[in-house]
């Protein structure tokens, strides 16, 4: 579950991570009334679940309250990467001196939560990766033993050489662990960590991802989610019950079980197409999952061909057969679907869809050669 940075923020300020004074507004007058109560210039920020956020001049400064508003008006309502922005965060300016990057993710090879620090803050830690790995600095928690002070301190003097500056920065890189640890997230970040024109550390923007699979354990935090600005389709899909994320490729993939998923995607890869979404129907076999499957994906507009991938063990291969047969019935695809029904109950599914005449593959390998032609990409391998 991904928390907007006004949430974020308080969570860090909870935690005594040092933040810019700042409140929320839904409207131009609440950001003056804001900027006015803060006094001096504010920056206003866009509040929505995506970033490049400044790219797309959802970050403007402001020198007066009055202006505070004019950049607010200027930026609810905008359009940014599909989502559209109904809050925005005004916040104090600060005097930047220097922008570094804290993040911490947890490393599923490892199995250990890593923090990883950069100088070169303020700007797509992607790019410093590609660009510059040498400048992005790791190191990997025992999740028994928890991040001890001396380890915080080796990571901050990467950033800071000045002892004094060093030591407010690894009281927040333990401080945002603790808020990591605390919220289950997958990710929790700061970008940038400001030193300020006093001297001061602080966390001037603030990231956190949530794993929905913590949030029974973890009280209150599921009052943090915004489905106003979630993906629709992302969100229709928790409602039913289906894991989904949304990717940039042509290849609609439905598939039970995340392994299995994770491997066919491998494969649409291999073969030379890009996969359009990871989605797990899970290990029922209830046909509406199958229907609500395939309405999330038809929503989708670069899709350009649909594939089924069922290994069927407890979820049975008649009953997803069942769902497909629904789903053209109430949906109406008009892109090719293609289907690889394996296990429980596959001759009564192949029974069932006989007439459909749907292309399929007796293998793994030849179902997703079959969508990667259907999709009009090259197969590669």
Request: charged share 25%.
């Amino acid at each position: 579950m991904k928390i907007h940075e006004y949430q974020a923020i308080e969570l860090f300020s909870r935690a005594g991570i040092p933040v810019p004074a700042g409140s929320v507004a839904s409207s131009p007058a609440e950001a003056v009334e804001i900027a006015r109560r803060l006094g001096g210039p504010v920056v206003v920020k866009a509040q929505v679940h995506a970033g490049g956020r400044g790219k797309a001049g959802g970050v403007k400064r402001a020198g007066t309250p009055e202006e505070a508003g004019v950049r607010a008006g200027e930026i609810l309502g905008m359009d940014i990467k599909g989502l559209k922005v109904r809050k925005v965060l005004v916040t104090a300016a600060e005097n930047i001196a220097s922008e570094s990057y804290v993040g911490i993710v947890l490393d599923r090879a490892t199995k250990k939560p890593v923090i990883m620090v950069s100088p070169d803050g303020g700007v797509d830690i992607e790019e410093v990766a590609a660009k510059t790995p040498e400048r992005i600095h790791r190191y990997y928690v025992d999740p028994v033993n928890g991040l001890r002070a001396y380890q915080a301190w080796a990571l901050a003097r990467k950033l800071f050489q000045d002892p004094s500056q060093a030591r407010q920065a690894a009281d927040i890189i333990v401080k945002l662990y603790g808020v990591f640890w605390e919220t289950d997230a997958s990710l929790a970040e700061i970008n940038p960590l400001v030193l300020n024109g006093a001297g001061k550390i602080v966390a001037l923007d603030a990231k956190i991802n949530i794993d929905d699979n913590g949030l029974a354990r973890r009280e209150g935090l599921e009052s943090l989610r915004d489905p106003e600005s979630e993906d629709p389709a992302e969100a229709y899909a928790r409602e039913s019950d289906l894991s989904y994320v949304r990717l940039r490729g042509g290849i609609g993939c439905i598939v039970n079980g995340a392994g299995l998923a994770m491997a066919t995607m491998d494969l649409v890869k291999r073969y030379g197409g890009e996969p359009a979404n990871f989605l797990d129907i899970g290990g029922s076999s209830s046909p509406k999952k199958v229907v609500a499957a395939m309405r999330i994906i038809l929503s989708d507009p670069e899709v350009r061909v649909i594939l089924i991938n069922i290994f069927g063990g407890i979820t049975r291969c008649d009953d997803v057969a069942n769902g497909i047969v629904a789903a053209f019935n109430e949906l109406r695809p008009s892109v090719p679907v293609v289907v690889r029904l394996v296990g429980t109950n596959e001759k009564e599914a192949a029974a069932i869809l006989r007439d459909m005449d749907l292309p399929g593959a007796d293998t793994l390998d030849g179902i997703v050669r079959k969508a990667v032609e259907l999709a009009g990409e090259p197969v590669t391998a």
